[in-house]
């Protein structure tokens, strides 16, 4: 499956300037999707993560107009350009205008309000305000629509995205930093708050990596939350795993790579007593298969040493059939925007 390109021009007019449009004191901003490679769980506690930005994200344009009763006009679209999403706030408190909110009205409320806590400057003229946001990929792939609209909204109010994500959805942080990111990031979190760098991670076999998506969605609290009642973890198990990180990052090898993915697979099943997903679903397939992100939902990795078309067929024989090349989906660093050290 290649991605089709359905995002408005303005939107792929962003992605190719790599900046800010700002026309008429309008205002649009855009962030990666994201997928982790390495680190699922444990880069809670501080292990090094190989997250990957996606080519495919989530624009968020602002309009301005004035008004004597200020209000924020909010309109989200899908991939395919519907209207999915829409309501009014009111400006000063950002109070829903109609009667019982939905869960993502109150959900939204909450970031609006949050980002005002954090900038208390944010939306105080009198002048309505119109926000549309538009996905580049369907909302249930779980590939970011709340950390992309998290980045974006730090950007729009001149605030910490990590801060803004902390104390709205949760989590590590590395789907933010992937949010604004050109390509592949180490990235990891500890009592210091976030850590992250770009990185080159561009495989010579990368066109025998594939994302299958599973066909549901995972609850990413609820598998942070069955992390943190198996807390203290050992912490052997947290550099075994950055070790795992390093070495992916580094290696040319296809075989070296599927034997790192699958020692990542069993630490990750043993620690948390969670059946691999190759050993669930696909044990009768050549390659490996790798979960990406909390376990149970979502994309996979997958490895294989035959062909696209034969690979494509055995997972669309067993009824998956959203099929994606590697590189059809992940950005790639260029050499020039590299350090050897982490960033932030």
């Not at 500890?190 to 969605?217: A, E, M, Q």
């Not at 992390?227 to 290696?251: A, F, H, Q, V």
Request: proline share 5%.
């Amino acid at each position: 499956m290649i991605i089709e390109n359905r995002e408005p021009e303005f939107i792929r007019e962003i992605k190719s300037n790599k900046t800010l449009v700002q026309k008429n004191n309008d205002h649009i901003f855009y962030g990666h999707g994201k997928l982790l490679l390495t680190g699922e769980y444990f880069v809670l506690d501080g292990a090094k993560s190989l997250a990957l930005p996606t080519t495919v994200g989530q624009s968020l344009s602002v309009k301005y107009s004035p008004s004597f009763s200020p209000k924020l006009y909010w309109k989200s679209f899908d991939v395919a350009g519907n209207l999915w999403f829409e309501t009014i706030y009111e400006f000063w408190r950002f109070e829903i205008t109609k009667e019982n909110p939905s869960p993502e009205e109150l959900v939204l409320q909450k970031v609006l309000r949050q980002a005002r806590k954090q900038n208390p400057h944010f939306l105080r003229d009198d002048i309505d305000v119109h926000v549309e946001t538009h996905l580049g990929f369907p909302i249930e792939w779980g590939l970011g629509s709340s950390s992309t609209l998290v980045h974006n909204m730090a950007q729009w109010a001149y605030i910490s995205p990590f801060e803004l994500q902390f104390e709205t959805y949760g989590g590590s942080g590395y789907d933010v930093a992937c949010a604004q990111s050109e390509g592949p990031i180490f990235y990891s979190k500890n009592t210091n708050g976030p850590k992250w760098s770009p990185t080159i991670f561009d495989p010579k076999f990368s066109d025998n990596l594939y994302f299958v998506y599973r066909g549901k969605k995972q609850d990413s609290r609820k598998a942070i939350e069955y992390y943190n009642s198996l807390r203290p973890i050992d912490p052997g198990i947290i550099l075994s795993i950055s070790d795992i990180t390093n070495e992916i990052s580094k290696t040319n090898s296809l075989k070296e790579f599927e034997f790192l993915i699958g020692a990542h697979e069993k630490i990750i099943g043993k620690t948390l007593d969670l059946r691999p997903v190759k050993d669930e679903l696909f044990s009768n397939f050549w390659g490996e298969v790798k979960s990406l992100g909390a376990w149970g939902g979502d994309f996979v990795l997958v490895t294989s040493d035959r062909s696209s078309t034969e690979t494509k067929k055995y997972f669309n024989d067993k009824g998956y059939d959203v099929f994606i090349p590697y590189n059809d989906l992940i950005l790639k660093t260029e050499k020039k925007d590299l350090t050897n050290e982490y960033l932030h």
